[in-house]
């Protein structure tokens, strides 16, 4: 149980596009979501905190009209990385605490040319 | 400013032996710490995890010391095996009524027949 289930796993755009990533609770109710990015070779930066029906809580240094957040319902939450630059070309990944602990997706490489 | 350190990049052990991974942390307020086993393009896989009010805990061939008083921790796996390569991260949850995972730099580890 409690799995996360997060799309699209590869995304490549183009710069100055955006892209929206999707992540769904398939078995469970997830009130919050967590967000982070991960460079090649480096840790998981938490990126955003979001908690449904309420605004993201962001973390020091992260642009919130950057990367956009909304989770309108208890099984979805997005990620927006708006006017995407090949800066942000990283991973991300989104993780929710559940009873059992934390569940993670699989994660979206995403590579902007 | 990284709250959670693993001071080794990579660590290289013979299958059959010991390998003993290290994590330091800075917030005496982290309440509870998780090991992760991760692979390039994937989501983290929980492995272990201790609360701090314990300074061990062990599930089959994983154990997880802690070490408060030192902000230490350390994660034994015995025997190794080469399925254990991947990267390890070390993870500590937030303080102020938080849920938040702050992951550690982590650590290469190979495992060579």
């Known amino acids: 149980g409690a799995v996360v289930s997060q799309h699209p796993s590869r995304v490549i755009c183009k710069s100055g596009t955006s892209v929206k990533i999707e992540c769904r609770s398939l078995?469970?109710?997830?009130?919050?979501m967590f967000w982070y990015r991960q460079f090649p070779k480096q840790s998981l930066m938490l990126m955003a905190t979001?908690?449904?029906?309420?605004?993201?809580?962001?973390e020091q240094g992260v642009e919130k009209d950057k990367f956009l957040i909304n989770h309108a319902s208890l099984t979805l939450s997005t990620l927006t990385v708006t006017s995407a630059h090949p800066e942000d070309s990283s991973f991300y990944i989104c993780?929710?605490?559940?009873?059992?602990?934390?569940?993670f997706g699989s994660g979206t490489r995403l590579t902007v040319v | 400013d990284q709250q959670v350190k693993q001071n080794s990049p990579s660590l290289s052990v013979q299958e059959g032996r010991i390998s003993i991974l290290n994590c330091d942390y800075t917030?005496?307020?982290?309440?509870?710490f998780l090991w992760y086993k991760k692979y390039p393009a994937e989501g983290p896989t929980f492995l272990i995890s201790?609360?701090?009010?314990?300074d061990k805990n062990e599930d089959g061939r994983f154990t997880v010391f802690l070490n408060k008083s030192a902000k230490h921790l350390s994660l034994h796996i015995v025997p190794s095996q080469p399925g254990d390569s991947a990267v390890y991260f070390c993870?500590?949850?937030?303080?102020?009524?938080?849920?938040?995972?702050?992951f550690g730099t982590g650590t290469r580890l190979q495992v060579f027949p």
């Open positions: 993780s929710a605490p559940t009873l059992y602990g934390y569940t």
């Open positions: 078995d469970f109710q997830a009130t919050t």
């Open positions: 979001s908690n449904e029906g309420s605004k993201a809580t962001y």
């Open positions: 917030n005496s307020m982290f309440d509870y």
């Open positions: 201790i609360s701090s009010i314990k």
């Open positions: 993870a500590a949850r937030g303080n102020y009524n938080t849920d938040k995972l702050i």
